[in-house]
């Protein structure tokens, strides 16, 4: 399964249990720590925890399994596939942290395609 693939099913499966501010960013060009950064927001400490579910349960359905997971006991989630690693925050948390900043000289992936309209 290739990186994007990966991609793909995260962003679908966050998007079907209604995550908030989905954005991918390819940062191969720029670390060593991956091919993708996905980064979503959810609404509370449950639906965070089922963004992360959902995912862990998607890709998982698809035969991949995360190399390691942070954060089941706070807001904010971190996924780690490797070439992919998914971030699933509490807005204040999103904020605080500011990843999309930090990330900002990377290219942003197009996911409009496999997002629903709300």
């Known amino acids: 399964m ?5 991609v793909t ?3 679908k499966a966050l998007d079907n249990k209604k995550a908030h501010d989905i954005q991918v960013f ?11 950064l996905v980064i979503a927001t959810g609404n509370s400490s449950t639906q965070i925890r089922a963004l992360s579910d959902e995912v862990e349960y998607k890709l998982s359905q698809a035969g991949r399994e995360p ?16 070439s992919v690693m ?17 990330w900002a000289d ?7 395609e496999l997002i629903t309209e709300d």
């Open 2 to 6: 290739t990186p994007f693939e990966i």
């Open 67 to 82: 190399g390691h997971i942070e954060g089941r006991a706070t807001n904010w989630y971190l996924l780690d596939y490797h």
């Open 9 to 11: 099913i995260a962003v």
């Open 86 to 102: 998914i971030h699933v925050f509490s807005k204040d948390a999103r904020d605080f942290y500011n990843l999309d900043r930090l």
């Open 26 to 36: 390819k940062i191969d060009q720029l670390s060593p720590l991956g091919d993708y």
């Open 106 to 112: 990377a290219e942003k992936v197009d996911i409009s």
